[in-house]
């Protein structure tokens, strides 16, 4: 973030479809923001491509949301991955052991997260983290402050006009540096100050919606695409 700190970096996105070409990856970051709703008509005709274990785990979920989430976030992930990778999609294996991040065996860095109707995955050569989170009005965030959040960032919080969407958007950078980390949320949050950090770029998913990338050193983002699956 360096000198903007948590300030909105503006993505310009691109429609993008399976047919087009793709440039081979390096150090910046491809992220891919996909409509779920728009997108899950289309899942059944790619259910091959989910796994017995993974089509068990999408059935365990309770709520429809959550498993069309998952859903079109799967297949989604595996669509682009063998576009990246140049292989057929029915040969991307996601692996994953407990709480560690999901991988491949393939030369691709990717990470995807989720919230309301919205799915959001990043690619690069190397190791990348992305959150997205939807913007609650009504949520309580301040007794979150002192556990999860450098004293700088406190004050900046406090600060600001509009102290909830800089929370959140400290939050999104925080969730993504760990997750490109590779430790989740389970590291000291707190010791880590986002607005010193400028591996991450925070951008803007919709009106509602407010997301970050962690990029490997200072390589920033190659491309913004919405990607339906059709």
């Known amino acids: 973030m360096g000198k903007s700190g948590a300030d909105i970096s503006i993505l310009h996105w691109q429609g993008f479809r399976l047919h087009m070409p793709v440039r081979s990856l390096t150090g910046q970051a491809y992220v891919f923001r996909v409509n779920v709703s728009d997108s899950f008509v289309a899942c059944d005709?790619?259910?091959?491509?989910?796994?017995?274990?993974?089509?068990?785990r999408a059935?365990?979920?309770?709520?429809?949301?959550?498993?069309?989430?998952?859903?079109?976030?799967?297949?989604?992930?595996k669509l682009l991955l063998a576009k990246?990778?140049?292989?057929?999609?029915?040969?991307?294996?996601?692996?994953?052991?407990?709480?560690?991040?999901p991988f491949t065996e393939l030369p691709v860095s990717f990470n995807v997260s989720h919230s309301g109707n919205w799915?959001?995955?990043a690619f690069s050569?190397?190791?990348?983290?992305v959150d997205v989170e939807f913007i609650n009005n009504h949520f309580s965030y301040r007794n979150m402050l002192?556990?999860?959040?450098?004293?700088?960032?406190?004050?900046?919080?406090?600060?600001?006009?509009?102290?909830l969407?800089?929370?959140?958007?400290?939050?999104?950078?925080?969730?993504?540096?760990?997750?490109?980390e590779g430790a989740g949320v389970a590291g000291e949050l707190w010791r880590e100050n986002?607005?010193?950090?400028?591996?991450?770029?925070?951008f803007a998913v919709d009106g509602r919606h407010t997301a970050a990338i962690a990029c490997t050193g200072k390589a920033g983002v190659a491309a913004a695409l919405d990607f339906t699956i059709s």
């Open 165 to 180: 969407e800089q929370f959140y958007r400290l939050w999104t950078a925080k969730e993504a540096w760990f997750k490109k």
């Open 194 to 202: 986002m607005l010193q950090n400028d591996s991450v770029t925070c």
């Open 45 to 56: 005709k790619f259910e091959y491509l989910l796994t017995d274990k993974e089509q068990a």
């Open 125 to 129: 050569a190397l190791p990348v983290g």
């Open 59 to 77: 059935a365990r979920y309770r709520k429809l949301d959550d498993y069309q989430r998952f859903t079109v976030g799967r297949v989604a992930l």
């Open 146 to 163: 002192p556990a999860t959040f450098h004293p700088q960032e406190i004050a900046y919080i406090e600060q600001s006009s509009n102290s």
């Open 84 to 101: 990246f990778a140049n292989v057929p999609a029915n040969k991307v294996v996601v692996q994953q052991q407990g709480a560690e991040k």
């Open 119 to 121: 799915v959001v995955l």
